[in-house]
Protein backbone atom coordinates (compact mmCIF):
# COMPACT_ATOMS: atom_id res chain seq x y z
CA UNK A 1 0.00 0.00 0.00
CA UNK A 2 2.90 2.48 0.44
CA UNK A 3 4.66 1.58 -2.61
CA UNK A 4 1.04 2.74 -4.65
CA UNK A 5 0.77 6.21 -2.31
CA UNK A 6 4.73 6.31 -3.38
CA UNK A 7 3.91 6.07 -6.79
CA UNK A 8 1.26 7.90 -7.21
CA UNK A 9 3.43 10.74 -5.90
CA UNK A 10 6.05 9.98 -8.27
CA UNK A 11 3.52 10.09 -11.06
CA UNK A 12 1.63 13.68 -9.82
CA UNK A 13 5.39 15.39 -9.90
CA UNK A 14 6.28 13.95 -13.08
CA UNK A 15 3.10 15.35 -14.30
CA UNK A 16 3.53 18.73 -12.25
CA UNK A 17 7.06 19.23 -13.56
CA UNK A 18 5.90 18.54 -16.88
CA UNK A 19 2.87 21.20 -16.83
CA UNK A 20 3.90 23.79 -14.91
CA UNK A 21 5.71 26.04 -17.07
CA UNK A 22 7.90 29.61 -16.05
CA UNK A 23 7.45 32.29 -18.95
CA UNK A 24 10.18 34.31 -19.06
CA UNK A 25 10.14 38.03 -19.24
CA UNK A 26 9.42 39.53 -22.61
CA UNK A 27 8.20 35.78 -24.17
CA UNK A 28 4.88 34.82 -23.95
CA UNK A 29 3.29 31.63 -24.64
CA UNK A 30 0.17 30.47 -26.49
CA UNK A 31 -1.86 27.46 -25.09
CA UNK A 32 -4.12 25.54 -26.94
CA UNK A 33 -6.40 23.09 -25.52
CA UNK A 34 -7.70 19.95 -27.41
CA UNK A 35 -6.60 21.82 -30.73
CA UNK A 36 -7.88 25.02 -29.86
CA UNK A 37 -6.79 28.26 -28.59
CA UNK A 38 -7.22 28.53 -25.05
CA UNK A 39 -5.34 31.52 -23.94
CA UNK A 40 -1.78 33.29 -23.95
CA UNK A 41 0.83 32.89 -20.63
CA UNK A 42 2.47 36.41 -20.30
CA UNK A 43 5.64 35.99 -18.20
CA UNK A 44 5.14 34.07 -14.27
CA UNK A 45 4.28 31.02 -13.46
CA UNK A 46 1.80 29.17 -15.11
CA UNK A 47 -0.12 24.98 -15.06
CA UNK A 48 -2.05 23.47 -17.88
CA UNK A 49 -4.14 20.79 -17.70
CA UNK A 50 -2.32 17.34 -19.04
CA UNK A 51 -2.93 16.03 -22.12
CA UNK A 52 -5.29 18.59 -22.87
CA UNK A 53 -3.32 21.63 -22.74
CA UNK A 54 0.00 22.21 -25.01
CA UNK A 55 1.88 25.26 -25.47
CA UNK A 56 1.23 26.05 -29.64
CA UNK A 57 4.03 28.60 -29.99
CA UNK A 58 6.10 30.40 -27.77
CA UNK A 59 6.68 34.17 -28.92
CA UNK A 60 9.46 36.61 -28.33
CA UNK A 61 8.46 39.94 -27.51
CA UNK A 62 11.73 41.89 -28.10
CA UNK A 63 12.65 44.07 -30.85
CA UNK A 64 13.95 42.45 -33.39
CA UNK A 65 15.50 42.57 -37.17
CA UNK A 66 15.70 41.27 -40.79
CA UNK A 67 18.19 41.83 -42.72
CA UNK A 68 16.52 41.25 -46.57
CA UNK A 69 19.19 40.30 -49.10
CA UNK A 70 19.93 42.47 -52.08
CA UNK A 71 18.14 42.40 -54.80
CA UNK A 72 17.55 44.01 -57.92
CA UNK A 73 15.41 47.09 -58.63
CA UNK A 74 14.51 48.88 -61.71
CA UNK A 75 13.97 53.18 -61.04
CA UNK A 76 11.83 55.29 -63.30
CA UNK A 77 14.35 55.74 -65.93
CA UNK A 78 15.39 51.96 -65.90
CA UNK A 79 18.12 52.07 -64.28
CA UNK A 80 18.56 48.44 -62.70
CA UNK A 81 20.67 48.44 -59.37
CA UNK A 82 20.52 46.37 -55.82
CA UNK A 83 19.23 47.13 -53.14
CA UNK A 84 19.16 45.73 -49.08
CA UNK A 85 17.16 47.20 -46.37
CA UNK A 86 16.93 46.57 -42.51
CA UNK A 87 13.73 46.17 -41.04
CA UNK A 88 13.15 46.29 -37.22
CA UNK A 89 10.06 44.78 -36.43
CA UNK A 90 8.62 43.88 -32.92
CA UNK A 91 5.32 41.29 -31.84
CA UNK A 92 2.64 42.86 -30.10
CA UNK A 93 0.16 40.09 -30.41
CA UNK A 94 1.46 36.33 -29.64
CA UNK A 95 -2.47 35.39 -30.61
CA UNK A 96 -1.52 37.21 -34.36
CA UNK A 97 1.46 36.19 -34.91
CA UNK A 98 0.88 32.70 -34.43
CA UNK A 99 -2.22 32.23 -36.45
CA UNK A 100 -2.09 35.61 -38.48
CA UNK A 101 -0.12 33.64 -41.17
CA UNK A 102 1.92 30.12 -41.32
CA UNK A 103 5.91 32.18 -41.82
CA UNK A 104 5.58 35.64 -40.72
CA UNK A 105 9.05 36.47 -40.88
CA UNK A 106 9.42 35.12 -44.77
CA UNK A 107 6.42 36.92 -45.31
CA UNK A 108 7.59 40.22 -43.84
CA UNK A 109 10.94 39.43 -46.08
CA UNK A 110 8.79 39.15 -49.28
CA UNK A 111 6.31 42.35 -48.19
CA UNK A 112 9.43 44.32 -47.76
CA UNK A 113 10.96 43.48 -51.28
CA UNK A 114 7.89 44.04 -53.24
CA UNK A 115 7.16 47.02 -51.34
CA UNK A 116 10.97 48.51 -52.24
CA UNK A 117 10.64 47.77 -55.71
CA UNK A 118 7.44 49.90 -55.78
CA UNK A 119 8.50 52.76 -54.25
CA UNK A 120 11.78 52.59 -55.92
CA UNK A 121 10.28 52.25 -59.59
CA UNK A 122 8.31 56.01 -58.54
CA UNK A 123 11.69 57.01 -58.75
CA UNK A 124 14.84 58.28 -60.67
CA UNK A 125 18.25 57.26 -59.80
CA UNK A 126 19.33 60.42 -58.48
CA UNK A 127 15.94 61.04 -56.38
CA UNK A 128 16.83 57.24 -55.03
CA UNK A 129 20.73 57.80 -54.57
CA UNK A 130 19.20 61.49 -52.47
CA UNK A 131 15.75 60.52 -50.77
CA UNK A 132 16.84 57.45 -48.54
CA UNK A 133 14.35 59.08 -45.45
CA UNK A 134 11.89 59.34 -48.09
CA UNK A 135 12.34 55.59 -48.79
CA UNK A 136 12.59 54.55 -45.27
CA UNK A 137 9.56 56.35 -43.84
CA UNK A 138 7.27 55.00 -46.74
CA UNK A 139 8.29 51.80 -46.68
CA UNK A 140 7.77 52.23 -42.61
CA UNK A 141 4.05 53.56 -42.68
CA UNK A 142 3.47 50.81 -45.70
CA UNK A 143 4.99 47.68 -43.45
CA UNK A 144 3.17 48.79 -40.48
CA UNK A 145 -0.53 48.90 -41.79
CA UNK A 146 0.31 45.97 -44.29
CA UNK A 147 1.41 43.90 -40.68
CA UNK A 148 -1.09 44.31 -38.32
CA UNK A 149 -3.39 41.28 -38.87
CA UNK A 150 0.28 39.55 -38.52
CA UNK A 151 0.78 40.77 -34.73
CA UNK A 152 3.34 42.70 -36.16
CA UNK A 153 5.10 46.25 -35.70
CA UNK A 154 7.31 47.76 -37.61
CA UNK A 155 9.34 49.77 -35.70
CA UNK A 156 11.96 51.11 -38.73
CA UNK A 157 13.19 50.69 -41.94
CA UNK A 158 16.76 51.47 -43.22
CA UNK A 159 17.79 51.32 -46.78
CA UNK A 160 21.35 50.01 -46.06
CA UNK A 161 23.23 49.58 -49.74
CA UNK A 162 22.25 51.12 -53.10
CA UNK A 163 24.63 49.68 -55.83
CA UNK A 164 24.45 50.80 -59.24
CA UNK A 165 25.89 49.05 -62.00
CA UNK A 166 29.25 49.44 -63.09
CA UNK A 167 29.36 51.78 -65.78
CA UNK A 168 26.59 54.47 -63.83
CA UNK A 169 28.83 54.40 -61.18
CA UNK A 170 31.99 55.31 -63.10
CA UNK A 171 29.78 57.72 -64.48
CA UNK A 172 28.57 59.44 -61.19
CA UNK A 173 32.41 59.37 -60.24
CA UNK A 174 33.46 61.65 -63.19
CA UNK A 175 30.63 63.87 -62.61
CA UNK A 176 31.55 64.21 -58.99
CA UNK A 177 34.90 64.59 -59.84
CA UNK A 178 33.79 67.47 -62.47
CA UNK A 179 31.81 69.53 -59.82
CA UNK A 180 34.78 69.55 -57.50
CA UNK A 181 36.61 70.30 -60.14
CA UNK A 182 34.32 73.00 -61.04
CA UNK A 183 33.73 74.29 -57.50
CA UNK A 184 37.68 74.54 -56.66
CA UNK A 185 37.93 76.36 -60.17
CA UNK A 186 34.91 78.92 -58.72
CA UNK A 187 36.90 79.36 -55.03
CA UNK A 188 39.81 80.03 -56.59
CA UNK A 189 38.31 82.86 -59.32
CA UNK A 190 36.47 84.33 -55.86
CA UNK A 191 39.89 84.43 -53.93
CA UNK A 192 41.29 86.20 -56.60
CA UNK A 193 39.15 88.45 -57.25
CA UNK A 194 38.84 88.84 -53.43
CA UNK A 195 42.43 89.66 -53.52
CA UNK A 196 42.18 92.50 -56.48
CA UNK A 197 39.05 93.62 -54.24
CA UNK A 198 41.61 94.17 -51.55
CA UNK A 199 44.33 95.32 -53.24
CA UNK A 200 41.96 98.12 -55.20
CA UNK A 201 40.84 99.41 -51.77
CA UNK A 202 44.12 99.45 -50.31
CA UNK A 203 45.76 101.51 -53.44
CA UNK A 204 42.41 103.42 -52.88
CA UNK A 205 42.78 104.06 -49.43
CA UNK A 206 47.20 104.66 -49.65
CA UNK A 207 45.98 107.52 -52.61
CA UNK A 208 43.74 108.74 -50.13
CA UNK A 209 46.07 109.12 -47.23
CA UNK A 210 48.23 110.51 -49.92
CA UNK A 211 46.38 113.36 -51.09
CA UNK A 212 45.17 114.23 -47.40
CA UNK A 213 49.11 114.19 -46.85
CA UNK A 214 50.31 116.65 -49.61
CA UNK A 215 47.30 118.61 -48.77
CA UNK A 216 47.83 118.98 -44.99
CA UNK A 217 51.49 119.71 -45.87
CA UNK A 218 50.62 122.40 -47.96
CA UNK A 219 48.83 124.00 -45.71
CA UNK A 220 51.41 123.96 -43.36
CA UNK A 221 53.62 125.14 -45.78
CA UNK A 222 51.21 128.09 -46.69
CA UNK A 223 50.39 128.87 -43.03
CA UNK A 224 54.19 129.08 -42.39
CA UNK A 225 54.68 131.26 -45.40
CA UNK A 226 52.07 133.57 -44.67
CA UNK A 227 53.19 133.85 -40.79
CA UNK A 228 56.71 134.41 -42.43
CA UNK A 229 55.35 137.08 -44.30
CA UNK A 230 53.23 138.55 -41.66
CA UNK A 231 56.34 138.47 -38.83
CA UNK A 232 58.48 140.28 -41.45
CA UNK A 233 55.42 142.84 -42.11
CA UNK A 234 55.08 143.37 -38.32
CA UNK A 235 58.94 143.74 -38.22
CA UNK A 236 58.82 146.35 -40.85
CA UNK A 237 56.06 148.33 -39.22
CA UNK A 238 57.81 147.91 -36.03
CA UNK A 239 60.57 149.70 -37.85
CA UNK A 240 58.71 152.01 -39.23
CA UNK A 241 57.34 153.12 -35.83
CA UNK A 242 60.50 153.09 -34.16
CA UNK A 243 61.69 155.57 -36.77
CA UNK A 244 58.34 157.65 -36.08
CA UNK A 245 59.47 157.68 -32.52
CA UNK A 246 62.55 158.11 -32.91
CA UNK A 247 61.76 161.90 -35.23
CA UNK A 248 63.84 161.14 -37.43
CA UNK A 249 64.92 163.89 -39.57
CA UNK A 250 64.69 163.97 -43.91
CA UNK A 251 68.45 163.17 -44.36
CA UNK A 252 67.75 159.40 -42.52
CA UNK A 253 64.79 159.16 -44.44
CA UNK A 254 66.54 160.31 -48.03
CA UNK A 255 69.38 157.96 -46.67
CA UNK A 256 66.70 154.77 -46.24
CA UNK A 257 65.36 155.71 -49.49
CA UNK A 258 68.68 155.36 -51.45
CA UNK A 259 69.29 151.90 -49.85
CA UNK A 260 66.14 150.93 -50.97
CA UNK A 261 66.68 152.29 -54.35
CA UNK A 262 70.26 150.22 -54.23
CA UNK A 263 68.44 147.10 -53.10
CA UNK A 264 65.95 147.40 -55.74
CA UNK A 265 68.46 147.83 -58.35
CA UNK A 266 70.76 144.63 -57.21
CA UNK A 267 67.45 142.29 -58.58
CA UNK A 268 67.25 140.16 -62.02
CA UNK A 269 64.89 142.97 -63.64
CA UNK A 270 65.32 144.82 -66.34
CA UNK A 271 63.40 147.38 -66.69
CA UNK A 272 63.26 149.45 -63.34
CA UNK A 273 61.04 152.32 -63.20
CA UNK A 274 62.26 154.78 -60.25
CA UNK A 275 59.71 157.11 -58.65
CA UNK A 276 59.85 160.71 -59.19
CA UNK A 277 60.82 160.96 -55.50
CA UNK A 278 63.74 159.17 -56.00
CA UNK A 279 64.91 161.42 -58.99
CA UNK A 280 64.73 163.95 -56.60
CA UNK A 281 66.89 162.17 -54.06
CA UNK A 282 69.81 161.43 -56.87
CA UNK A 283 69.33 165.40 -57.90
CA UNK A 284 69.78 166.13 -54.62
CA UNK A 285 72.94 163.84 -53.69
CA UNK A 286 74.54 165.21 -56.61
CA UNK A 287 74.68 168.59 -55.98
CA UNK A 288 75.85 167.87 -52.49
CA UNK A 289 78.73 166.25 -53.98
CA UNK A 290 79.31 169.29 -56.16
CA UNK A 291 79.16 171.41 -53.58
CA UNK A 292 81.45 169.59 -51.07
CA UNK A 293 83.65 168.30 -53.77
CA UNK A 294 82.94 164.33 -53.10
CA UNK A 295 84.58 162.55 -56.02
CA UNK A 296 86.41 164.99 -57.87
CA UNK A 297 89.58 163.71 -56.98
CA UNK A 298 91.35 162.02 -59.86
CA UNK A 299 93.83 159.26 -60.01
CA UNK A 300 97.08 160.79 -60.59
CA UNK A 301 98.39 160.37 -63.78
CA UNK A 302 101.03 157.54 -64.18
CA UNK A 303 104.94 158.13 -65.19
CA UNK A 304 106.31 158.28 -68.74
CA UNK A 305 107.25 154.42 -69.64
CA UNK A 306 110.98 153.57 -69.79
CA UNK A 307 112.68 153.54 -73.22
CA UNK A 308 112.95 150.41 -74.57
CA UNK A 309 116.31 148.87 -74.04
CA UNK A 310 118.36 148.78 -77.43
CA UNK A 311 121.03 146.53 -78.63
CA UNK A 312 123.45 148.03 -81.27
CA UNK A 313 124.17 145.04 -82.98
CA UNK A 314 120.70 144.75 -83.89
CA UNK A 315 120.91 147.89 -85.04
CA UNK A 316 123.62 147.37 -87.23
CA UNK A 317 121.52 144.84 -88.69
CA UNK A 318 118.95 146.01 -89.11
CA UNK A 319 119.95 148.44 -91.49
CA UNK A 320 122.14 145.63 -93.74
CA UNK A 321 120.53 145.36 -96.94
CA UNK A 322 121.09 141.14 -96.84
CA UNK A 323 119.26 141.08 -93.17
CA UNK A 324 116.37 142.72 -94.62
CA UNK A 325 116.06 140.08 -97.76
CA UNK A 326 116.55 137.69 -95.52
CA UNK A 327 113.78 138.56 -92.81
CA UNK A 328 111.05 139.29 -95.55
CA UNK A 329 110.70 135.31 -96.75
CA UNK A 330 110.28 134.42 -93.13
CA UNK A 331 107.87 136.91 -92.30
CA UNK A 332 106.10 136.11 -95.97
CA UNK A 333 105.85 132.23 -94.40
CA UNK A 334 104.39 133.66 -91.26
Not at 246 to 265: I, M, N, T
Request: hydrophobic fraction near 40%; glycine fraction near 4%; include cysteine.
Amino acid sequence: MLYVFIGIAVFLLIVAIFNVKIVPQAHEYVIERLGKYRTTWHAGLHAKLPIADRVSNKVVLKEQILDTPPQPVITKDNVTMQIDAVVYYKVFDAKLYTYGTSKPVAALGNLTATTLRNIIGDLTLDDTLTSRDIINNKMTQILDKETDPWGLRIVRVEVRNIMPPQDIREAMEKQMRAERERRETLLQADGHKQAAITRAEGDKQAMILKAEGERDARIARAEGEAKAILLAKQAEADGLRLLRDAQADAAVLELKRYEALCALANGRAAKIIVPTDVVDVTRRNVLFAEETELGTHTKPEAADPEPAFSDPCCEKLSDDPEYQDLVKPAKKQK
